[in-house]
């Protein structure tokens, strides 16, 4: 079967893309440089967290949480998906202050948040640290396996007629008359009239080939999980600022993330220790009762994160049939499922329902 | 200068912290025991009175002179006992221990971190009462307990014959020695052997001793069930594909021994896969020496070959460390050591013709038996895993359905997780990839 566009990078935004096209008739191939759904997709804190986004995401946001909410409907397996809900946490009153004006900001575009004050959280959860000012309460936010998700998109895709391909490593993406000639490194060429870039960490290098810069960096997010212990935190949770975000999973690990990682080679992130001691000491700050845990393992991955840290998502201003997705990092799992559904929209019909304003790629060199 | 740091001190750790005492050096010697001496030559706590004629036997006096000559370093070595090196990092190693948790820079390195069991799937081998045979021995050499009353002990290697050995004159009545290899596969073995007589014949004396006491020794053996809430029993096959059951209330299982290699993927060695051993080890050259970032190795946690050769990897390796600091080493010692090592290196070969690693007991496993204890991964999870989710490798297992992702982190259930995933593929071990390393190398207080 000849593709009709090509999806180059198989991280979760793509597979969702694949499936989406395919779902829609068309033929995609996917390119995954080493195994689908392993980079930022896979590693990540696996948070599928609406509140903290920017007003001009929330439209994209609500309607991937209508997607991971129907997931078992939609890829035939639930990805560990729980609705468990999402705090975003104030260490101090003005951080309290500052989520509170944010939930103002976003109710009429949707986004149902409950104020929390110190007495409240102190009620409702008293096993967290007692001087916490409050919190802001998401109760349609959830969390998810995100090494379960790229994988279950793929297999999904492929039943619906995709073409994936992983150890597949473009090495060049010509412009030519009919499209783009896309040119892998076992010496294959396909052309095709469309290609979408969801290349992770990589894509900004692949749009600036193709003269679409958008100034970015790879970051590793540093992750530390401690043995199975019993119930102690049903919900996903995060901290205003800079803190740890964190959450239980249903087997009783406690999974946290605060601070980077590092470069060990070319594409090999390791955890840091000095960060993990850092986050294990303000995860034991916030739930004392984790101070008698034990850390079973550290981890990170190679994630893209733009200049602005917003994410870039929607057609290249340069090449008709191009379209980027990518400086995900923090972003990407929870809008990962609708991207993709957006991507496949924009290659088809040129459009999406869903507001793009504020994606665009045109921002970085405009004015 | 950094110091060096040596972690381990067993065999191969005490001979290199000697060695380099004597070329000027004061290493820091990192030790997660109590007291120096490693597992094989491992000292009960203080207090304990089982002379080392007991706990050691033969290797009696091989232990005591090591022992002794480790305990007069004194302080010309900087010595950390009940201490963990949870991670090694380009330029630090953390540690955990009685002062808590302490960073050092990164000096060379001379890992010796030794050998752990090398476990496979039998239906019910997470029994109470089921342990596996260097942990059996551990209690005994430590503790001065016994496992059980009654004790049978199923698998290969050669330490099956001598726990079993340890066990009887210790005054446990031994149930049966029950070995997976075939008695033709000892004597294909003996042309390799011969490269260690005094060894081959204290095997071959273990193995008469315990006929001559009327222990049952059947070779050949495919356990298959362990019975009893806690264990009454096993159930095997014998040569005959006849079955069999051994009435016990304690089972010490075990299939050889696989390296701890884990500080050395952290602190960025390369890895080759071995083929005898059946596992990725650390790519070294012929003295201990890794490619790069002054990293050396000796002793069971680069290869397994026992105690004697770990001595001697643990001065050779640490003649590569000094010379490589430029300090003058005696080449004809050097040469020595070298000599010795490939005559070890032959007897090691020769003992896994012996005791060859009985794979096909994950053919026949069936699907409840368990895999991963810590993350209770089944046998029919992981062919769930390569069958239907297409895992192509083992890492990606781990990342589905969560082998070697609990406690241990795959020290325990590792090896037997690639080579069911190699052979559920059709393709050899090698095949299935390596669980990578990551800190904490074991569980570490979160504060």
Same mark, same amino acid.
């Given at each position: ?19 989406? #096209? ?39 946001? $609500? ?6 909410? /129907?997931?078992? @409907? ?20 003005? @951080? ?9 900001? &976003? ?7 409950? &104020? ?50 992983? /150890? ?60 199975? $212990? ?11 600022? /800079?803190?740890?975000? $964190? ?5 009783? /690990? ?31 700050? #916030? ?77 970085? %060199?405009?004015? | ?18 060695? =380099? ?9 990192? @030790? ?71 960073? #050092? ?119 298959? %069930? ?26 010490? $299982? ?86 010795? !090592?490939?005559?070890?290196?032959? *007897? ?8 060859? *690693? ?7 496993? %069936? @699907? ?10 089944? &046998? ?24 070697? !992702? ?28 390596? =669980? ?12």
């Amino acid at each position: 079967m000849t593709p009709d566009i090509v999806i180059v990078g198989g991280g979760l935004v793509g597979c969702s893309a694949a499936l989406h #096209l395919a779902r829609a008739g068309r033929r995609p191939l996917l390119l995954e440089v080493g195994r689908i759904g392993a980079a930022a997709s896979g590693v990540n804190f696996g948070g599928v967290r609406v509140q903290g986004r920017a007003l001009f995401e929330l439209p994209l946001a $609500l309607r991937s949480r209508a997607i991971w909410d /129907n997931l078992v @409907d939609i890829v035939g397996t639930d990805c560990e998906y729980r609705r468990s809900g999402h705090l975003r946490l104030a260490k101090t009153p003005a @951080d309290l202050d500052a989520v509170a004006a944010y939930a103002e900001k &976003v109710r009429p575009a949707g986004l149902d948040l409950e &104020v929390i004050d110190g007495a409240e959280i102190r009620r409702r959860h008293p096993a967290f640290n007692a001087t916490l000012a409050g919190a802001t309460w998401s109760a349609g936010d959830g969390q998810a396996n995100p090494r379960l998700a790229g994988p279950a998109f793929a297999r999904a895709a492929r039943a619906a007629g995709a073409e994936i391909r992983d /150890n597949a490593k473009v090495v060049a993406i010509e412009p030519v008359a009919a499209g783009f000639a896309v040119a892998t490194a076992d010496g294959q060429r396909v052309t095709v009239p469309q290609v979408i870039n969801s290349a992770g960490a990589w894509a900004p290098d692949l749009a600036a080939s193709l003269g679409d810069a958008a100034p970015g960096r790879a970051i590793y997010p540093n992750m530390v999980v401690t043995e199975p $212990l019993p119930p102690l935190i049903s919900c996903s949770l995060g901290t205003y600022g /800079n803190g740890v975000y $964190l959450r239980q999973v249903e087997r009783g /690990n406690v999974v946290f993330g605060m601070g980077r990682g590092r470069l060990a080679a070319p594409d090999r992130a390791v955890p840091s220790a000095e960060t993990s001691l850092a986050a294990m000491a303000e995860a034991a700050w #916030l739930l004392p009762r984790l101070a008698h845990a034990h850390v079973i393992r550290t981890w990170t991955g190679i994630e893209g994160e733009l200049a602005d840290g917003q994410p870039v998502i929607g057609p290249s201003p340069r090449h008709q049939g191009l379209f980027h997705a990518f400086g995900l990092s923090g972003h990407g799992f929870q809008l990962a499922p609708a991207i993709g559904a957006v991507l496949a929209e924009l290659a088809t019909a040129g459009s999406s329902p869903t507001p793009l304003d504020g994606f665009s790629i045109t921002r970085f %060199t405009a004015g | 200068m950094t110091a060096v740091i040596i972690v381990g001190a067993g065999p191969a750790g005490m001979a290199a912290a000697l060695t =380099l005492v004597e070329a000027g050096l004061r290493p820091i010697v990192v @030790d997660e025991a109590q007291r120096a001496g490693g597992q094989i030559f491992r000292r009960p706590p203080p207090g304990f009175t089982r002379p080392p004629a007991a706990l050691y036997g033969a290797d009696a006096a091989a232990a005591t002179r090591l022992h002794l000559a480790f305990d007069a370093l004194g302080d010309r070595i900087d010595y950390r006992p009940q201490t963990l090196v949870w991670a090694v990092e380009p330029d630090a190693v953390h540690l955990q221990g009685p002062q808590g948790r302490v960073r #050092l820079d990164r000096g060379p390195l001379l890992l010796a971190t030794g050998a752990t069991d090398r476990l496979l799937p039998v239906d019910g081998w997470t029994k109470p009462g089921v342990f596996s045979l260097g942990g059996s021995q551990v209690a005994l050499k430590a503790q001065g307990v016994a496992i059980g009353r009654r004790v049978a002990f199923c698998g290969t290697g050669p330490l099956l014959y001598l726990v079993a050995y340890q066990y009887a004159k210790a005054g446990a009545e031994v149930a049966a020695v029950l070995d997976t290899s075939a008695f033709g596969d000892g004597i294909r073995a003996l042309p390799l052997l011969a490269a260690d007589p005094a060894k081959l014949a204290r095997g071959i004396y273990y193995l008469g001793w315990l006929r001559a006491h009327g222990v049952p020794v059947h070779h050949g053996v495919r356990p298959l %069930t362990v019975h009893g809430e806690s264990v009454t029993g096993l159930t095997w096959r014998d040569a005959g594909r006849r079955l069999n059951e051994t009435r016990c209330d304690a089972l010490a $299982l075990g299939f050889g021994l696989r390296s701890e290699t884990q500080l050395a993927d952290l602190a960025g060695v390369p890895f080759r896969f071995d083929p005898i051993r059946r596992q990725y080890l650390p790519d070294i050259d012929q003295d201990g020496r890794a490619p790069a970032g002054a990293v050396y190795l000796a002793g069971d946690g680069a290869a397994v070959r026992g105690a004697a050769a770990a001595e001697t990897a643990g001065r050779l390796a640490a003649l590569a460390l000094a010379a490589d600091l430029g300090r003058p080493v005696d080449t004809a010692a050097r040469d020595a050591l070298r000599g010795r !090592m490939a005559r070890f290196e032959r *007897f090691a070969r020769g003992l896994d013709a012996a005791f060859p *690693f009985p794979v096909d007991l994950l053919d026949t496993a %069936t @699907d409840d038996t368990l895999l991963c204890r810590c993350e209770a991964v089944t &046998v029919g999870t992981m062919r769930h895993a390569v069958g239907e989710l297409g895992a192509e490798d083992v890492n990606r297992a781990k990342a589905f359905v969560r082998p070697g !992702m609990g406690r241990c982190q795959g020290r325990m259930c590792g090896l037997a997780t690639s080579e069911l995933h190699a052979r559920l593929r059709g393709l050899p071990p090698d095949q299935a990839g390596r =669980l990578r390393g990551q800190a904490p190398v074991k569980p570490v207080p979160l504060a």
